[in-house]
């Protein structure tokens, strides 16, 4: 009945709910009191856990399992018995004739991500596939919670929705370490770095700034291009009645042109690029470290 049913929606662990779950509270304290100079004191201990989370990611077993046995392996058994069972799912709870097109369509998702222009092209699925083919394989995906649809804005007005052009969208996955694991990308990949491994990085840093994004209360997430594409900035965001432009950097790259762009286009009172290097702020632009990113909705 009306009134007496409350949902409840379910995200992976975030960061800090990752290092809680390793029993590094004291370093969640230093994230959440946003103490600067301590977390700069500590960079290297989180970019340490940084990226064992690029790895395990926040599906619970998976980092159970790992705080009990620090064990990679396992976490990677874990993550390939989860993306199995939703394979088993497509054909157990989808309508039989659009089954095909949700496993090509999911199966899709790293080469669309490892491009660098993030936008969603139906033509990676399947050579002259077209968006009316694939369009309820893709609802189904996002109604069960699988992934993300980020949609463009033509524009940073409020309400952002307004602005919402939708037929230009990227698309995320539920977990990073499932990104990971879909990607079958080792672990000494991601904690060591691989010069290969460069395109794909972006991939996993936009995923792991997604979910930060997420994982905050009341923040409508949306991307934004110019006409031309000339100019993308990653993920366009309102809360608290103000539009926050976010630029995402895999490392200390701190070049931002496109966040450039759109600042001396738009204006906006508060300009983020999101990055491993320490916080700082600029005359018109404050870097938040990517282990931070999910304090951005405190500090507005």
Same mark, same amino acid.
């Given at each position: 009945p009306v009134g007496k049913v409350e949902f409840l929606e379910l995200h992976p662990l975030n960061f800090q709910e990752f290092l809680e779950a390793l029993g590094q509270n004291e370093l969640v304290s230093l994230l959440q009191d946003k103490d600067w100079i301590l977390i700069k004191t500590f960079k290297e201990k989180f970019i340490h856990y940084? /990226?064992?989370?690029?790895?395990?990611?926040?599906?619970?077993?998976?980092?159970?399992?790992?705080?009990?046995?620090?064990d990679f392996g396992e976490v990677r058994e874990i993550q390939q018995n989860i993306l199995q069972a939703y394979e088993q799912d497509f054909?157990?709870?989808?309508? =039989?004739?659009?089954?095909? /097109?949700?496993?090509?369509?999911?199966?899709s998702i790293p080469a669309q991500l490892a491009k660098e222009n993030k936008k969603?092209?139906?033509?990676?699925?399947?050579?002259?596939?077209?968006?009316? @083919?694939?369009?309820?394989?893709?609802?189904?995906?996002? @109604?069960?919670?699988?992934?993300?649809k980020i949609t463009r804005v033509t524009k940073p007005g409020i309400p952002l929705k307004a602005y919402e052009d939708l037929s230009a969208f990227k698309i995320f996955l539920? @977990?990073?370490?499932?990104?990971?694991?879909?990607?079958?990308? @080792?672990v000494k990949t991601l904690l060591a770095g691989n010069a290969v491994f460069e395109e794909f990085k972006g991939a996993i840093t936009e995923q792991f700034v997604l979910q930060e994004l997420m994982s905050a209360k009341e923040i409508d997430i949306y991307y934004w291009s110019s006409e031309k594409s000339s100019a993308e900035v990653d993920f366009?965001?309102?809360?608290?009645?103000?539009?926050?432009p976010i630029e995402v950097k895999a490392e200390e790259n701190l070049?931002?042109?496109?966040?450039?762009?759109?600042?001396? =286009?738009?204006?906006?009172?508060?300009?983020?690029?999101?990055?491993?290097?320490?916080?700082? =702020?600029?005359?018109?632009?404050?870097?938040m470290p990517l282990y931070t990113i999910k304090e951005l909705s405190s500090i507005t």
């Amino acid at each position: 009945p009306v009134g007496k049913v409350e949902f409840l929606e379910l995200h992976p662990l975030n960061f800090q709910e990752f290092l809680e779950a390793l029993g590094q509270n004291e370093l969640v304290s230093l994230l959440q009191d946003k103490d600067w100079i301590l977390i700069k004191t500590f960079k290297e201990k989180f970019i340490h856990y940084l /990226r064992q989370y690029y790895f395990i990611g926040g599906m619970p077993e998976a980092v159970h399992k790992f705080s009990l046995n620090n064990d990679f392996g396992e976490v990677r058994e874990i993550q390939q018995n989860i993306l199995q069972a939703y394979e088993q799912d497509f054909s157990k709870h989808a309508p =039989k004739e659009i089954v095909p /097109r949700i496993r090509m369509l999911w199966n899709s998702i790293p080469a669309q991500l490892a491009k660098e222009n993030k936008k969603f092209i139906y033509g990676i699925i399947k050579k002259g596939a077209r968006a009316k @083919d694939y369009e309820m394989a893709l609802i189904w995906l996002i @109604d069960c919670g699988l992934i993300y649809k980020i949609t463009r804005v033509t524009k940073p007005g409020i309400p952002l929705k307004a602005y919402e052009d939708l037929s230009a969208f990227k698309i995320f996955l539920v @977990d990073i370490g499932l990104l990971a694991a879909m990607g079958n990308i @080792d672990v000494k990949t991601l904690l060591a770095g691989n010069a290969v491994f460069e395109e794909f990085k972006g991939a996993i840093t936009e995923q792991f700034v997604l979910q930060e994004l997420m994982s905050a209360k009341e923040i409508d997430i949306y991307y934004w291009s110019s006409e031309k594409s000339s100019a993308e900035v990653d993920f366009i965001v309102q809360h608290n009645g103000i539009i926050i432009p976010i630029e995402v950097k895999a490392e200390e790259n701190l070049q931002a042109k496109s966040l450039k762009v759109f600042h001396q =286009k738009y204006n906006p009172p508060l300009t983020i690029r999101t990055s491993m290097s320490d916080f700082r =702020k600029e005359n018109w632009l404050t870097n938040m470290p990517l282990y931070t990113i999910k304090e951005l909705s405190s500090i507005t």
